[in-house]
């Protein structure tokens, strides 16, 4: 991916000309540890740090396909509750009346429907538990991006994150996606433009950033080791670094493109609210001069 200078060639794109872009953090920030003060910043940049630190990406529990089991679970509990209540009362009531026959078909249908009820639940245990203990890291997993203060242990992963490019980079992804939350042209149905999955967005490029780092750190531990002068080992670390620098101009690229389309979308909306303003001034001279000319 190359960016085009003024004299009309093509250069790569480097991590610098990203940082040049966005939204960085502060040399406070960098000293002093992150501390997001915008909801959507905390929310985006948490994102980002679990992709960085590799934890699974679980979806919300509004998206999650609630398995037939646990339908059957509820249908079972129901239907075997009030069965239970109306043979209950059946057996009192041919007690109270000393019909024998009653007590006899009450306790009949709640052993019934007691044994139908645990066999529902002996039948559907496993989807329905794994599917709650989903729902349970779902929910988690959620109320950490969404807390009122950023995580812990996420703080801890962005602040490891901005000592290198490509945790930098996918900061500055975060921050990127944040800023186009917030732009009001981005909630528009009117304007035309191609809108994309901000969450995927940061997710493709945080999995890049947590791999390059991982292939960093096995360079250095190479570079550590006992053989590290070994020509074949030598020759080993030289190719991946220049594997790493390929990956990390690739993924200053993707981040580079990403702030085009946080740009576009800028561009649309103001341009969008410049004609809207024009109309509505438009139409108030309108009304200025229609009523100049009725109090003449």
Request: aromatic residues 6%; neutral net charge; glycine residues 6%.
């Amino acid at each position: 991916m190359t960016k085009r200078q003024p004299a009309g060639e093509r250069r790569q794109i480097a991590p610098k000309d990203v940082f040049d872009r966005s939204n960085m953090p502060s040399r406070w920030e960098r000293i002093a540890n992150v501390s997001p003060k915008i909801a959507e910043d905390k929310k985006f940049l948490a994102f980002v740090a679990a992709r960085y630190s590799g934890e699974e990406r679980l979806p919300h529990t509004s998206a999650l396909v609630v398995p037939e089991e646990v339908r059957w679970r509820q249908r079972a509990s129901s239907v075997g509750g009030w069965t239970c209540v109306a043979a209950v009362t059946l057996a009192f009531i041919g007690l109270a009346a000393q019909l024998f026959a009653l007590v006899f078909l009450g306790t009949v249908g709640l052993v019934a429907a007691v044994a139908v009820m645990v066999g529902v639940v002996i039948a559907t245990a496993p989807v329905v538990t794994e599917f709650n203990g989903l729902k349970s890291r779902c929910e988690a997993a959620h109320a950490r991006l969404s807390g009122d203060s950023l995580d812990p242990e996420f703080r801890s992963t962005l602040n490891d994150m901005i000592n290198c490019d490509e945790g930098t980079l996918a900061y500055c992804a975060a921050k990127i996606a944040s800023e186009i939350q917030r732009d009001p042209a981005w909630k528009s149905a009117r304007l035309e433009f191609i809108a994309i999955d901000l969450w995927d967005e940061l997710a493709e490029i945080g999995q890049s950033a947590r791999q390059i780092a991982q292939d960093r750190e096995a360079t250095e531990s190479l570079e550590l080791g006992r053989l590290s002068d070994d020509p074949e080992v030598r020759q080993t670390i030289d190719a991946d670094k220049q594997m790493r620098g390929e990956a990390i101009t690739l993924l200053a690229a993707r981040v580079h493109a990403f702030a085009d389309y946080r740009d576009r979308v800028h561009r649309l909306g103001a341009t969008a609210l410049r004609d809207s303003r024009t109309v509505s001034r438009a139409m108030r001279l309108a009304t200025d001069e229609m009523a100049v000319t009725k109090l003449r």
